[in-house]
């Protein structure tokens, strides 16, 4: 990737640029930002983060979203989730432009991903994306095989579903109010857990030789970073398996990277 941008601005006259906005002072989210930056320098992504305080109002968010929608030097706008209550995240991420919505959550975004055939160009989620980068590098089957999605956030558990869908498994989506979870995940031949509770799948639940992708960043009981899936108790039944931390934090990141390129390309090609 790093060396496809050092090439773009002998052709298109500079870099690609991102810009992260954090408000608050949350210590998982500050984390996340750092690690963006970080891949941005890597890459050779322009970059700025802008933190704003935890008493920044709606209307000023808007505004500073609205600035940069109209900045040509700007060509990914990323709100870190979750804003501070008193902020509208439906406002906020309504706010971007759709042509700048690096994490594709723009309601015209999500509308492209769930047609019957997305359009190439549609920006799909980081976090979705990344998990099926990580099941094709590991060389699992997607087609015709059993996928179960525990969890129906608008980030992760309903465009991961929408991507298997396309691959033509049989994708079943599960979550807090599902009764026969155990039951369901133990027909997955592929499994992708982003319920945000702590080891919350144990071995029991997995099926023997299952790819299980674990989504979770989470806080286990001595305060140590874990998923949401029991790794002791799953790794033996699985075939392949995802590290937390480790899996598929880094590759969110890394299609964070891929979607403003494509962001870029879009505009400069257009031009
Ligand atoms: N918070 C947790 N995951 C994400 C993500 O993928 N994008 C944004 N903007 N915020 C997040």
């Given at each position: 990737?790093?060396?496809?941008?050092?090439?773009?601005?002998?052709?298109?006259?500079?870099?690609?640029?991102?810009?992260?906005?954090?408000?608050?002072e949350?210590?998982?989210?500050?984390?996340y930002?750092?690690?963006?930056?970080?891949?941005?320098?890597?890459?050779?992504?322009?970059?700025?983060?802008?933190?704003?305080?935890?008493?920044?109002?709606?209307?000023?968010?808007?505004?500073?979203?609205?600035?940069l929608?109209?900045?040509?030097?700007?060509?990914?706008?990323?709100v870190?989730?979750?804003?501070?209550?008193?902020?509208?995240?439906?406002?906020?991420?309504?706010?971007?432009?759709k042509?700048?919505?690096?994490?594709?959550?723009?309601?015209?975004?999500?509308?492209?991903?769930?047609q019957?055939?997305p359009?190439?160009?549609?920006?799909?989620?980081?976090?979705?994306?990344?998990?099926?980068?990580?099941?094709?590098?590991?060389?699992?089957?997607?087609?015709?095989?059993?996928?179960?999605?525990?969890?129906?956030?608008?980030?992760?558990?309903?465009?991961?579903?929408?991507?298997?869908?396309?691959?033509?498994?049989?994708?079943?989506?599960?979550?807090?109010?599902?009764?026969?979870?155990?039951?369901?995940?133990?027909?997955?031949?592929?499994?992708?857990?982003?319920?945000?509770?702590?080891?919350?799948?144990?071995?029991?639940?997995?099926?023997?030789?299952?790819?299980?992708?674990?989504?979770?960043?989470?806080?286990?009981?001595?305060?140590?970073?874990?998923?949401?899936?029991?790794?002791?108790?799953?790794?033996?039944?699985?075939?392949?398996?995802t590290?937390?931390p480790?899996?598929?934090?880094?590759?969110?990141?890394?299609?964070?990277?891929?979607?403003t390129?494509?962001?870029?390309?879009?505009?400069?090609?257009?031009?």
């Amino acid at each position: 990737m790093a060396e496809q941008v050092a090439t773009f601005p002998a052709k298109y006259g500079r870099a690609p640029q991102l810009t992260v906005i954090l408000v608050g002072e949350d210590p998982a989210s500050q984390t996340y930002v750092r690690n963006k930056a970080k891949a941005c320098e890597v890459v050779g992504i322009d970059n700025t983060t802008l933190r704003m305080s935890a008493d920044t109002t709606e209307e000023e968010l808007l505004a500073t979203i609205d600035r940069l929608n109209k900045d040509e030097s700007v060509d990914g706008i990323l709100v870190q989730l979750p804003v501070p209550k008193h902020i509208s995240e439906v406002k906020v991420i309504e706010a971007i432009a759709k042509e700048k919505d690096v994490d594709g959550f723009h309601p015209l975004n999500t509308a492209a991903l769930w047609q019957k055939k997305p359009n190439s160009s549609c920006v799909v989620p980081c976090t979705p994306k990344g998990c099926i980068r990580l099941l094709d590098a590991a060389g699992v089957e997607i087609a015709g095989k059993n996928a179960v999605v525990i969890g129906r956030s608008q980030i992760v558990g309903l465009p991961a579903a929408k991507l298997l869908l396309d691959r033509n498994a049989t994708v079943s989506i599960c979550h807090s109010r599902t009764s026969n979870l155990a039951e369901m995940t133990r027909q997955a031949d592929i499994l992708i857990v982003a319920i945000g509770k702590a080891k919350f799948v144990t071995g029991d639940m997995v099926k023997e030789g299952a790819a299980v992708i674990d989504v979770g960043m989470d806080r286990d009981e001595n305060g140590a970073l874990c998923g949401d899936v029991d790794f002791a108790s799953v790794e033996p039944k699985a075939s392949v398996i995802t590290p937390v931390p480790g899996g598929v934090g880094p590759m969110t990141i890394c299609c964070l990277m891929e979607n403003t390129i494509q962001c870029f390309l879009n505009k400069v090609q257009k031009a």
